[in-house]
């Protein structure tokens, strides 16, 4: 598919809104984007475009945010978490090509829910960040992003169950996706899963998604940690319903 067959398809201008609130999202709570998009591109791309498109959308704006907030990133919890997320994306690969991802997407929102509503009661762990949960919820999250570019969930459960600051757990979601994607990209461009189609609705839905970056960024600097705490978990629930209900 040429450059003018993709502008002009329809698909193409109902996943640009969808784009620009996900880089909205992406730059202010640091995360989530890709449960925005997911749903909506895998209906209209399919879910290996959808997976590469999102991927490369996310490195692309973490690049861009990286150097405002890596002074806060936790990198003793980051790094062995993003190795772990690494070495279990094979897993997530094989799953993409091999297993109902209706199904899957359904399990995960189950899980999500369950834990989005013990946080929105209030309960926070207070206790130290222990290297085998972290290296558990990395390689969880390195299996889900690889398979349904949705990595997302049970990294923002593991950072909010916590007592950090809302500036350092946006830190932390920026730090660890910009280990797992760039990783994730490198691996699915040697084998092959990343074509020309999906690099050009790339690039055209890059400004969009990066503009909307820029907008939360600048919001995020201006809301409380209350208010970021209210978003990220009404982010989570709204995609753990859309799971069930799909």
Same mark, same amino acid.
């Given at each position: 598919m040429g450059f003018f067959e993709i502008v002009g398809h329809t698909g193409f201008w109902i996943a640009a809104p969808v784009a620009l609130l996900a880089g909205f999202m992406r730059g202010f709570v640091g995360v989530g984007s890709g449960m925005l998009m997911a749903p909506v591109f895998a209906i209209l791309f399919g879910p290996l475009q959808t997976v590469g498109m999102i991927i490369m959308l996310d490195a692309?704006?973490?690049?861009?945010? *990286?150097? $405002?907030?890596?002074?806060?990133?936790?990198?003793? !919890?980051?790094?062995?978490? &993003?190795? #772990? /997320?690494a070495l279990c994306m094979p897993v997530g690969t094989w799953l993409l090509l091999t297993v109902d991802a209706q199904s899957m997407t359904r399990a995960i929102a189950v899980v999500v829910l369950v834990f989005v509503m013990l946080l929105m009661t209030g309960w926070? $762990?207070?206790?130290?960040?222990?290297?085998?949960?972290?290296?558990? !919820? &990395?390689?969880?999250?390195? !299996? *889900?992003?690889? /398979?349904?570019? #949705?990595?997302?969930?049970? !990294?923002?459960? $593991? %950072?909010?169950?916590?007592?950090?600051?809302?500036?350092?757990?946006?830190?932390? %979601?920026?730090?660890?996706?910009?280990?797992?994607?760039?990783t994730l990209i490198v691996m699915m461009t040697v084998r092959g899963l990343i074509g020309a189609p999906t690099l050009i609705r790339t690039a055209l839905l890059l400004p969009l998604f990066a503009g909307g970056a820029w907008l939360g960024a600048r919001y995020f600097h201006k809301a409380t940690d209350r208010r970021y705490r209210q978003v990220a978990l009404g982010l989570l629930l709204c995609v753990a319903v859309y799971g069930l209900l799909r």
């Amino acid at each position: 598919m040429g450059f003018f067959e993709i502008v002009g398809h329809t698909g193409f201008w109902i996943a640009a809104p969808v784009a620009l609130l996900a880089g909205f999202m992406r730059g202010f709570v640091g995360v989530g984007s890709g449960m925005l998009m997911a749903p909506v591109f895998a209906i209209l791309f399919g879910p290996l475009q959808t997976v590469g498109m999102i991927i490369m959308l996310d490195a692309l704006v973490t690049a861009q945010l *990286l150097p $405002y907030v890596r002074r806060l990133i936790e990198w003793r !919890v980051i790094v062995p978490m &993003g190795v #772990m /997320a690494a070495l279990c994306m094979p897993v997530g690969t094989w799953l993409l090509l091999t297993v109902d991802a209706q199904s899957m997407t359904r399990a995960i929102a189950v899980v999500v829910l369950v834990f989005v509503m013990l946080l929105m009661t209030g309960w926070r $762990y207070h206790g130290p960040k222990r290297l085998g949960i972290t290296l558990g !919820v &990395g390689c969880l999250s390195g !299996v *889900l992003i690889a /398979a349904t570019s #949705m990595g997302n969930p049970p !990294v923002i459960v $593991y %950072f909010l169950s916590g007592s950090d600051s809302a500036a350092t757990n946006r830190a932390n %979601f920026t730090g660890y996706f910009a280990i797992s994607l760039a990783t994730l990209i490198v691996m699915m461009t040697v084998r092959g899963l990343i074509g020309a189609p999906t690099l050009i609705r790339t690039a055209l839905l890059l400004p969009l998604f990066a503009g909307g970056a820029w907008l939360g960024a600048r919001y995020f600097h201006k809301a409380t940690d209350r208010r970021y705490r209210q978003v990220a978990l009404g982010l989570l629930l709204c995609v753990a319903v859309y799971g069930l209900l799909r």
